[in-house]
């Protein structure tokens, strides 16, 4: 039979557990991905906690809608019971190979990573920490086409325990077996940087990256494959009756009714979510062989919803226009400080965030009904406002050229666009149309309007600003 999910080439694979991600194993050799991780974890440091609330705020939204939909869209049509009964006894099996569709054949034996029996559907006592989870870790021999950018899909199979998983055993019954699939390696980016520091003159380039940039342009990018070491496997503990066409996206793709028995599957789902994004290695010619390592465990219906939320999140962050790379940085600061920060602390600098949202929404509204609301300049400084729009200006340059989260873009984009706003409110803007440059460009007027002329307040605005010139250039020169 073939595997009910598959997942395409292109796309992201779903996440594991933070207790799994110690077992992380880095290349011993070929292209030096621990330096390049380490670089990109220091520069990741001093913007974590300013763009971790912003992401994470975002992120606590997208769940917050996708669990009201499904809440709503659980009662109408006829309603699906669970196909697996609480308490029943099953057996796992994990296969790995290079195929997309997993069909079963004899030969498969000798594909079979791990097999794990006596396993109770439910059950969160089980195992040897008592908390329902299983562990297998094992290392795998990479082929010459995985290490040449070819692909390597792991197969999960839980089956009703006595029933076998061959189609072609006269005990087979479909009912009694679900099964997930999933691409264990990611193709990423590489991208090969070419750049010059202009202090040294000398090119700014990693070893690694010598041989993979010969004949390649400056702009080049190269797609190359990644390994992680750490996998869940999250069999969902929940028998809500769910109806078909109710369920509403992204997690309808999760659930498989069956029509002719009236149930559904029971969702198996292949988590890789704490996997960090700087904790992935290449795989190449000097990675013969990897480790892998499997964590069985359930999930309750709440963090199956998170998860599957914060991976929907990325795919809407892309409709928004931000690359995968900042969204891979995003989701590395949230969990890098959900794992190292205190609750309490982390709940305080929410707080505080909310709090700090809030007033900035009030300041913008504030200022906006100043300035329209103002008859008279007399005692505003003009100067100060385009001073104020080369300042925004600046900023907004320098969060795009850092790739920073799209929150933060959008509140500096909104400050800058109310103090360009301004200045049609400081000064009166003419177009002539008759009178043009070069005869293409129309030209354009700015006067300072009556009520700033005619007070004393243009005479201290240019005297503040003659001081505060001659402070910035001295301090530009020390």
Known sequence: FSSRVTMSHSEASPSSTPSSDAQAVQPSSGEPAGDQNSQNASSAQPQRQGSFIQ?????????????????????????????????????????????????????????????????????????????????????????????????LYV???????????????????????????????????????????LITGEAEISPGSIHASAGKDKDDVEIISYWHPNVTVNLLDDHTPWSPGYVPPPLDKYVEFDNASGGYYPILYLNDFWNLASEYFPINETTPKVSLSLTYSPISLFRWQMYVSQKAQSQWSSYLGESAESTNHDQDTLKQTLIETNPYLLGLTIVVSLVHTVFEFLAFKNDVQFWRSRKSLEGLSVRSIFFNVFQSVIVVLYVLDNDTNIMVVLSCAVGLLIELWKVTKVVDIKIDRTDLLLGLIPKISIKDKSTYVESATRQYDMMAFKYLSVALDRKSGS
């Open 55 to 151: 992401g994470f705020l975002w992120r606590l939204l997208i769940f917050w809608f996708i669990s009201n939909l499904f809440r709503r869209g659980s009662t109408p049509g006829r309603a699906f019971k669970n196909l697996f009964d609480k308490g029943q006894q099953l057996d796992l099996h994990v296969f790995v190979n290079e195929e997309e569709n997993f069909t079963y054949a004899l030969d498969n034996d000798n594909e079979l990573f791990w097999f794990e029996e006596d396993l109770e559907y439910g059950n969160w006592e089980d195992g040897e920490k008592g908390d329902g989870s299983r562990f297998y870790s094992k290392e795998i021999s990479l082929s010459s086409a995985v290490q040449n950018n070819e692909s």
């Open 155 to 197: 197969h999960v199979l839980i089956v009703k325990t006595g029933y076998p998983i061959d189609p072609d055993d006269e005990n087979y019954d479909r009912l009694a077996v679900v099964n997930r699939s999933m691409r264990l390696n990611q193709y990423r980016k590489r991208r090969i940087h070419k750049t010059v520091n």
